[in-house]
């Protein structure tokens, strides 16, 4: 159980176009979702945590109007970089977390999106 | 803001051989998770600890949630080739749906 995918796997984008990418809990459903990104040999650095139904909060430094991130469904989040840039390339993580009263605990990750801007 | 400093940043041992890693904080956490990340892989949760104090095992994994809050540390016995990887402690202040903050990592290599 927990399992949590995306898609896709890995993308490779044009500097100024928009990608979107999508997190999906397989097996339960997650009240909440979070979006990490990590650049090589880095530790994951929490983007934004997104709830069910309401706007995603982002942490400081992480520019809303640019990580666009959706959460309409208790199994789906997406994020859609926009006017992506080559700083923009990353690994991007989702994780979800198991609705309030869930027997699951902790949070359990997706298998990341590799995003290459040229 | 929080930071979680985990040492020793890398390490190279022999097959067979322990393994103990830390993991120490600035603030106080009340939930300690421990994951294992794969080369282009998401992070695979291996241990989570809810109490301080508490000593919890997975197969030849153990882990500790420190008395003070601000530290874990995880044992891995007799290593295998497999247990290759970045391995990261996580804070949580609460439960599952909280953030995590992710440490530095610690990347374990294994020799033959």
């Known amino acids: 159980g927990a399992v949590v995918s995306q898609h896709p796997s890995w993308v490779i984008c044009k500097s100024g176009t928009s990608v979107k990418i999508e997190c999906r809990s397989l097996?339960?459903?997650?009240?909440?979702m979070f979006w990490y990104r990590q650049f090589p040999k880095q530790s994951l650095m929490l983007m934004a945590t997104?709830?069910?139904?309401?706007?995603?909060?982002?942490e400081q430094g992480v520019e809303k109007d640019k990580f666009l991130i959706n959460h309409a469904s208790l199994t789906l989040s997406t994020l859609t970089v926009t006017s992506a840039h080559p700083e923009d390339s990353s690994f991007y993580i989702c994780?979800?977390?198991?609705?309030?009263?869930?027997?699951?605990?902790?949070?359990?990750f997706g298998p990341g999106t590799r995003l290459t801007v040229t | 803001g929080q930071q979680l400093n985990q040492s020793p940043q890398s390490m190279f041992i022999q097959e067979g051989e322990d393994v103990s890693m830390n993991c120490t904080s600035s603030?106080?956490?009340?939930?300690w998770l421990w994951y294992k990340q794969d080369p282009g892989e998401g992070p695979v949760l291996l241990i989570a600890l809810y109490k301080a104090g508490e000593l919890t095992s997975n197969g030849r994994l153990t882990a500790q949630f420190g008395i003070t809050r601000k530290d874990s540390f995880l044992n891995i016995s007799a290593s295998i080739p497999s247990d290759v990887g970045i391995y990261f402690c996580?804070?949580?202040?609460?439960?599952?749906?909280?953030?995590?903050?992710f440490g530095t990592g610690t990347k374990l290599q294994v020799i033959p």
């Open positions: 996580a804070g949580q202040l609460s439960g599952g749906y909280q953030k995590v903050t």
């Open positions: 603030s106080i956490f009340n939930t």
């Open positions: 097996d339960f459903q997650a009240t909440t």
């Open positions: 997104s709830n069910e139904g309401s706007k995603a909060t982002y």
């Open positions: 994780s979800a977390a198991g609705t309030s009263g869930s027997t699951l605990r902790g949070q359990y």
